[in-house]
């Protein structure tokens, strides 16, 4: 048994403790019952989820809405903000976090492109989602956990891996 109280985290992996400053911020189409809805997911530099929201449209007033439910709940402006090329971001990011740098390339948000994968394959193992109300629960509960475990193993050493992957099951009990 490793002694984890000396351990710092951080120098595992990049997304332990305070999120970073550069958010990447990305949505996806759902389908619920037959209708399409948009996941909405922002992640740090570190792959970390921030946080994720589920809405109907995907225009500038959602945009802006979820930019105001990450600040909400981050209580910091990030440094730096880097989405795809969809013109709603653009004028959400105006009006809500307007002294932040905005870099708009699809090449460059691939951090919350790759963030999808593990919701796709939680939306297949649950056979859809019944409503938009229940797929926010558990992609809220989903992403956290799924970043405890999902360590990102090529980053880290295999000693401090192991020490990593200690740590997070006794943050799990």
Aim: glycine share 6%; net charge positive; with cysteine.
């Amino acid at each position: 048994m490793v002694n984890l109280s000396n351990v710092c985290h951080s120098q595992f992996i990049g997304h332990q403790g305070r999120p970073g400053d550069t958010w990447h911020v990305d949505e996806m189409f759902v389908t619920i019952n037959g209708d399409r809805h948009y996941l909405w997911r922002a992640v740090d530099q570190g792959r970390a989820v921030l946080d994720i929201l589920v809405q109907k449209r995907r225009d500038q007033l959602a945009a802006t809405r979820f930019f105001r439910k990450l600040l909400k709940g981050l209580l910091y402006v990030p440094r730096l903000l880097v989405t795809d090329q969809l013109g709603s971001y653009r004028a959400a990011r105006r009006e809500v976090l307007a002294s932040v740098a905005h870099w708009q390339d699809r090449r460059l948000n691939n951090r919350a492109e790759v963030s999808h994968q593990p919701t796709r394959q939680r939306e297949r193992q649950m056979r859809g989602f019944k409503s938009p109300e229940q797929a926010q629960r558990v992609l809220l509960a989903h992403g956290p956990i799924n970043g405890l475990f999902r360590c990102g193993r090529p980053l880290m050493r295999a000693a401090y891996y192991r020490v990593f992957r200690e740590w997070a099951f006794v943050t799990w009990r």
